[in-house]
Each structure stands twice: as C-alpha cells, then as structure tokens.
C-alpha cells in the first residue's frame, strides 16, 4: 500500500501555484497530480516518491492535508498493459471504483492507482497475476 496525498482547497485562482510551488521549493518531484471539483471546494491527488516530506512541505505552506492509502500496481507500458490486472480483479470479483494511471518509463513501466475498500486483496490479486504490487515509488 501507497500514501496517495490529498489536498483540500477551496476553489480559486492560484491554488494549483501554491501546491506546485510548496512541493518544488521542498525539492518534490509530482509523479502524478489529478483534482477533483467538488464546487466550491477541490481536491488534490498527488503521488510523490517522497510522500511524508512532501505532506509536511504542504502543511508548513498552510494547506490541509491527508494520506489516503491506496494500491500502487506497476504495469507494462504497452498497449494493452492493463489487461492482466483488470482480468485479475475481475477473475476475484472486485470492482474498481476510483483509480488513475501514470507512465514512469515510457514503453516500460506504468503504474495503476487504485482506491478501494480491500487494498491488501488488491494488492493480492494483482500478485496473483504476476504484477507488483508497489510501497515505494523511489
């Protein structure tokens, strides 16, 4: 299981300057950033490979922050990367309910973040099919 960071924020210009610019005075490279609206307000999901220095770097800036644990499952980049996984939960009977992707390799490696109830059946089913299941994005 991975700490996925979550941000807050109410919706407003600058926001997304003021998370970017946290992160890279801390010296944190985004491997992923998504934002989910939510009207007023918003929501930053981000992966580092760091994720407790980049959760304090965003505290000390005043932001609201928390760790949200989610699967981290490496894949092939290549058409069709995504096949075994998704057969793999679907073959143990899980649905995917929130979950994004990222490259970390062009034409190598991808990963696929998964939100669920039963991150560690996630994590087993995917084993399961060969793929791996990741704690560190170092």
Same mark, same amino acid.
């Given at each position: 299981?991975?700490?996925?960071?979550? %941000?807050?924020?109410?919706?407003?210009?600058g926001?997304?300057?003021?998370?970017?610019?946290?992160?890279?005075?801390?010296?944190?490279?985004?491997?992923?950033?998504?934002?989910?609206?939510?009207?007023?307000?918003?929501?930053?999901?981000?992966?580092?490979?760091?994720?407790?220095?980049?959760?304090?770097?965003l505290?000390?800036?005043?932001?609201?922050v928390?760790?949200?644990? %989610?699967? %981290?499952?490496?894949?092939?980049?290549?058409?069709?990367?995504?096949?075994?996984?998704?057969?793999?939960?679907?073959?143990?009977?899980?649905?995917?309910?929130?979950?994004?992707?990222?490259?970390?390799?062009?034409?190598?490696?991808?990963?696929?973040?998964?939100?669920?109830?039963?991150?560690?059946?996630?994590?087993?089913?995917?084993?399961?099919?060969?793929?791996?299941?990741?704690?560190?994005?170092?």
């Open positions: 299981m991975y700490n996925e960071i979550r %941000v807050f924020v109410e919706n407003k210009s926001k997304l300057a003021k998370v970017a610019g946290a992160l890279g005075d801390a010296g944190i490279d985004i491997i992923n950033l998504e934002l989910a609206d939510e009207g007023q307000f918003g929501v930053f999901k981000l992966l580092t490979a760091d994720p407790e220095k980049a959760k304090q770097a505290s000390d800036a005043g932001m609201t928390a760790f949200n644990k %989610v699967a %981290v499952i490496e894949i092939a980049d290549q058409p069709g990367g995504l096949v075994k996984l998704a057969k793999a939960l679907e073959n143990e009977g899980m649905s995917v309910q929130d979950a994004y992707g990222c490259i970390l390799d062009r034409g190598k490696r991808a990963i696929f973040v998964i939100k669920g109830e039963n991150l560690e059946a996630i994590e087993s089913a995917a084993k399961g099919a060969g793929l791996k299941a990741l704690d560190s994005l170092q």
